[in-house]
């Protein structure tokens, strides 16, 4: 008889065990796994959001330096190329004369002549000067007019007041070959409020000879 009930035991523990096997989760367990797996997406979601904002940062930022650079660049070329330059102190764009030669060491603008083959002209220069804190450039006829000018840098570029430039050996008979120095120095401000500060100098050589 002992035996008998024995068997009974086993058979409903048994019985017991195959219930609590075959009813799964709970809905604490449910409950748990859900909210692991929002944590984790959560998680990744950020981290794709962070990286997406570095990224259009990045982008902004490589944008505006392809633009400064493209100033600079286009400042050294035709520099280069032109003669009897011509100092403006305090960066204006209109000044009484533009045809003498000069050298000066605080530029805020250079006129010159280009190297185009033009007809040399007190009002016929290509000018280049920083006011307003942005570099302007002008290569119409006359150099006055100032409607003439277009902006080369764009706003998210602050040019600051130590910018500007250096001319040396340009007047006539001093035994020197005209030399200019270009010095940029400001902050670049991208769309999503990333101040930079830079400094960009180069010196340019006129490339026909003058001694």
Not at 91 to 107: A, I, Q
Not at 123 to 129: A, C, H, I, N, S
Request: glycine residues 8%; charged residues 20%; proline residues 5%.
């Amino acid at each position: 008889m002992k035996l008998f009930f024995k068997k009974i035991i086993n058979k409903n523990n048994k019985g017991r065990k195959a219930l609590v096997e075959m009813r799964g989760y709970t809905l604490i367990e449910t409950m748990i796994a859900v909210a692991l797996f929002l944590i984790v997406i959560t998680t990744g979601l950020g981290a794709l959001l962070s990286a997406n904002s570095l990224q259009k940062k990045s982008q902004d930022m490589r944008s505006i330096l392809d633009n400064l650079n493209f100033a600079m660049e286009d400042m050294s070329r035709n520099i280069r190329t032109g003669y009897n330059f011509v100092c403006i102190v305090g960066g204006s764009p209109l000044p009484s004369d533009v045809s003498t030669p000069n050298n000066f060491h605080n530029c805020g603008g250079i006129a010159f002549e280009s190297g185009t083959g033009r007809i040399s002209d007190p009002l016929d220069q290509w000018v280049y000067y920083i006011s307003n804190n942005r570099i302007f450039k002008t290569t119409k006829s006359p150099y006055d007019d100032s409607s003439n000018y277009i902006q080369l840098t764009p706003d998210e570029i602050n040019i600051d007041a130590a910018s500007g430039f250096v001319v040396t050996g340009a007047e006539p008979g001093d035994g020197k070959q005209p030399f200019i120095t270009i010095k940029l120095v400001g902050t670049i401000t991208t769309p999503q409020g990333v101040s930079t500060p830079f400094y960009l100098q180069t010196s340019v050589s006129q490339r026909i000879m003058d001694m």
